[in-house]
């Protein structure tokens, strides 16, 4: 069957980028494919779950923008959708003299940015969080909590509902690009013609660029983001998110406490690096994946520069005492029998060549393909002004 757009990937990207093309063009011929057997199965439904404010992106940067929009669209695409969200705020709480520099920073950051900011006494943040400790704090009172899977399911029966075909448990083996569209085949047999290919495949997105013939000049890196559950009598412990101050020379946020829409409270993620792509377990791994990374000299690169990181990353994932003393920084209360359910997600991290990891959006295009090669987070609270600008990419093209 023959379509005028094609969309790889059934996370929270993929949908609604879909939705964005049936908004402008009702007449379109929309069809999603998507490998596994239900939507948001990898990074958007193992997240944290936060719509961000959008306080540590660079001023003027395309992430910077699109979470600021993505926040408020978010909220507004929960509200008319039934979707149970939450605007509990966020505390980010300095515990040195170190973060107490970095934090000041980060307040000029956010104010740049337009986002509502207040600067939190000590005295004060004992007053609103009675378990917390630091020597300072912001409060992000814009930031929120929300369930991406109740939104991918909603986006879902939107394009359901619009006449797109959505297409589960079809793995793409094959892409061809000529003069007048695009053929997508399947390990299921079918072929797909299409004028139009967006591809929003997340931690399979370089395999997928190259399928289509790209050559992407850089790698996915799997980084899993390990986590524990509070028990339930610890469930009120705070009121907001609570983060550390980050340090600028990291891409990762650093271990935090997360109240989740559904009551529960998690402390993390940490980011160690991964040995399979998609493999949750902690002793997950996949060979294929393990090759990718090591042929890969950017790869190596990274390693060189940031070892220490990694091995006290990896330190923490293996020490449960470890990573409590992490999280005891600025809540103290905590013990070890408060380290409870282990869970983790897993980060689609580009890594290019020079070892770098790419902060911002990847975008890929030929004349008829456009490929989404790096979303990292707020992808998820950006989603919708994302589409947007896959969109607008696709008819300026």
């Given at each position: ?67 600021r ?8 695409f929960?509200?008319q959708h ?10 980010i ?16 950051r ?19 969080e ?12 814009s ?16 394009l359901?509902?619009?006449g ?32 139009r ?37 610890r ?6 998110l ?5 340090d600028p ?5 650093g ?33 294929r ?19 220490r ?8 994932s ?15 209360g ?9 869970g983790?997600?897993?980060r ?50």
């Open positions: 069957m023959s379509y005028s757009h094609c969309i790889i990937g059934g996370g929270i990207v993929g949908l609604a980028t879909a939705m964005e093309i049936m908004r402008r063009d009702k007449s379109a011929r929309i069809v999603l494919i998507e490998k596994e057997d239900g939507f948001a199965r990898h990074q958007t439904g193992h997240n944290s779950g936060v719509i961000h404010a959008g306080v540590y992106y660079a001023p003027g940067s395309l992430k910077a923008r699109l979470c929009a993505g926040e408020r669209e978010t909220k507004d929960c509200t039934g979707i149970k969200f939450e605007t509990c705020g966020k505390l709480v300095s515990t040195d003299p170190v973060e107490l520099e970095r934090m000041h920073a980060l307040i000029g956010s104010r740049e940015n337009g986002i509502e900011v207040q600067e939190i006494s000590p005295a004060q943040l004992r007053r609103l009675p378990n917390i400790s630091g020597n300072g704090a912001i409060l992000v009172p930031t929120g909590i929300v369930d991406y899977r109740q939104v991918c399911v909603a986006m879902a029966q939107l359901r509902d619009g797109a075909n959505l297409l589960l448990g079809r793995k793409v083996n094959g892409i061809r690009e000529d003069g007048t569209g695009v053929t997508i085949t399947t390990q299921s047999g079918e072929t797909i013609r299409t004028e290919l967006i591809a929003c495949a997340g931690l399979q997105s370089d395999r997928i660029a190259r399928l289509g013939g790209l050559q992407p000049k850089h790698r996915i890196v799997p980084f899993r983001g390990e986590y524990y559950t509070l028990p339930a009598s469930s009120s412990i705070v009121k907001h609570i983060y550390p101050v980050p020379a990291l891409q990762f946020l271990i935090h406490l997360t109240r989740m829409i559904d009551g529960r409270v998690t402390v993390g993620p940490n980011a160690v690096l991964g040995f399979h792509r998609e493999g949750y377990p902690k002793t997950s791994f996949n060979p994946d393990m090759l990718d990374m090591a042929a890969f000299r950017g790869f190596w690169r990274l390693a060189g520069t940031h070892w990181t990694g091995l006290d990353e990896f330190g923490n293996l020490s449960r005492r470890r990573y409590l003393e992490m999280c005891r920084k600025y809540c103290p905590l013990t070890m029998a408060d380290m409870t359910k282990p983790a997600g897993i689609a991290q580009a890594v290019m060549q020079d070892g770098t990891l790419l902060q911002d959006f990847l975008i890929m295009q030929t004349e008829r393909q456009l490929h989404v090669c790096n979303a990292p987070s707020p992808a998820a609270t950006s989603s919708i002004p994302i589409g947007g600008e896959i969109v607008d990419r696709l008819q300026a093209a």
